[in-house]
């Protein structure tokens, strides 16, 4: 089984910036596509930055409306990845999420885990 544990959320003001951390443990032999999503109150969850395990720190790819502001990294030594968030604005409200995917030793089957999302809250 594996666990995925976020920190860093908070209460910032608009401009402000955060750092979230996520860590993933347990039966791991591989860490593949590692995420971030959010969810504001009414709306769906949604992409907000992944990154995958390639060469040179992986491919990363942003939402629209967190381009130029978000900055997405991982440290697969310590099966870690990090959203730093910058010039954050109210509509970035909201609970977010780590995803990870990847293999299980042994029977190599797949698995994809998702965290319990902490809370960023933007004040205008």
């Known amino acids: 089984q594996v666990h995925v544990v976020e920190s860093g959320g908070g209460l910032v003001q608009a401009g402000g910036s955060l750092r979230l951390s996520c860590v993933a443990s347990?039966?791991?032999?591989?860490?593949?596509?590692m995420g971030w999503y959010r969810q504001a109150p009414g709306k769906q969850r949604e992409l907000v930055a992944s990154?995958?395990?390639?060469?040179?720190?992986?491919?990363?790819n942003y939402a629209a409306s967190v381009k130029g502001r978000f900055t997405i990294s991982r440290d697969n030594a310590e099966n870690m990845v990090y959203l730093q968030m910058n010039s954050l604005k109210p509509e970035d409200t909201a609970v977010y999420y780590c995803h990870a995917d990847g293999l299980v030793p042994g029977t190599w089957a797949e698995f994809s885990s998702w965290g319990q999302g902490t809370q960023v809250t933007v004040s205008s």
């Open positions: 990154i995958t395990n390639g060469a040179n720190g992986g491919s990363t």
């Open positions: 347990g039966s791991i032999f591989r860490i593949n596509d």
